[in-house]
Nanobody, 115 residues
């Protein structure tokens, strides 16, 4: 089963930017969907962004226009560029790899937006 390791989380001021990275233990070119999810304290886990093997992308309503997901198959990596961050973006961000018969999650990376 593919293993995922996230990095890039940090404490950032409102209006700031961060780039999260997710590195997979195997080639991701054949993985149908790679995505970022987040869980904020007291809230349910929600989809932030997903990118499919077709190249199509999908975003949660709250991040549209601010976040961008991308993948680099040669580096077995998926990235999440986050701009204009606000305190509501504070959460643990998890990477996910999903196929027809599997779903793998990373341990997560903490993003805190605070002045």
């Amino acid at each position: 089963q593919v293993q995922l390791v996230e990095s890039g989380g940090a404490l950032v001021q409102p209006g700031g930017s961060l780039r999260l990275s997710c590195v997979a233990s195997e080639n991701i070119i054949s993985i149908p969907a790679m995505g970022w999810y987040r869980r904020a304290p007291g809230k349910q886990r929600e989809l932030v962004a997903a990118i499919y093997s077709t190249g199509n992308t999908e975003y949660g309503d709250s991040v549209k226009g601010r976040f961008t997901i991308s993948r680099d198959n040669a580096k077995n990596s998926v990235y999440l560029q986050m701009n204009n961050l606000n305190p509501d973006d504070t959460a643990v961000y998890h990477c996910r790899a999903r196929g027809l018969d599997f779903s793998s999650w990373g341990q997560g990376t903490q993003v805190t937006v605070s002045s």
